[in-house]
């Protein structure tokens, strides 16, 4: 599985922003579909997840704030986020793991994710 993250950039406080994550190589509905964040310095910490039944999980920092979906027929992870504030600033991961069979109800530990792609940075500006 191969995966490719797009959409990160520069925006304001307060403002909004849709990061897309394209997987290749298998459907992206047989995993547990995870963004991940790592701001510099710091751990990467998951941020929100999907899984293979469509069980949404939210970290508390972003909850009421980003929205994860995904478009089985594109087979593409999309996180919208808004109302953007400067702690969200940081590199963007997706992530798919088949551990549990991709059935996660909640966050994933990092160390439980089988695929990764590469990032895509967002900076946010006051």
């Known amino acids: 599985v191969q995966l490719a993250e797009s959409g990160g950039g520069s925006v304001q406080v307060g403002g909004s922003l849709t990061l897309s994550c394209a997987v290749n190589?298998?459907?992206?509905?047989?995993?547990?579909m995870s963004w991940f964040r790592q701001a510099p310095g710091m751990e990467r910490e998951g941020i929100a997840v999907?899984?293979?039944?469509?069980?949404?999980s939210y970290a508390d920092s972003v909850t009421g704030r980003f929205t994860i979906a995904e478009d089985n027929a594109k087979n593409t992870l999309t996180l919208q986020m808004n109302n953007l504030k400067p702690e969200d600033a940081g590199t963007y991961y997706c992530?798919?793991?088949?551990?549990?069979?991709?059935?996660?109800?909640?966050?994933?530990?990092?160390?439980?994710?089988?695929?990764w792609g590469k990032g895509t940075l967002v900076t946010i500006s006051s």
């Open positions: 190589g298998s459907p992206s509905r047989r995993y547990c």
């Open positions: 992530a798919a793991s088949s551990h549990r069979g991709g059935y996660c109800s909640t966050l994933w530990a990092p160390a439980l994710m089988n695929y």
């Open positions: 999907i899984s293979i039944y469509g069980l949404k």
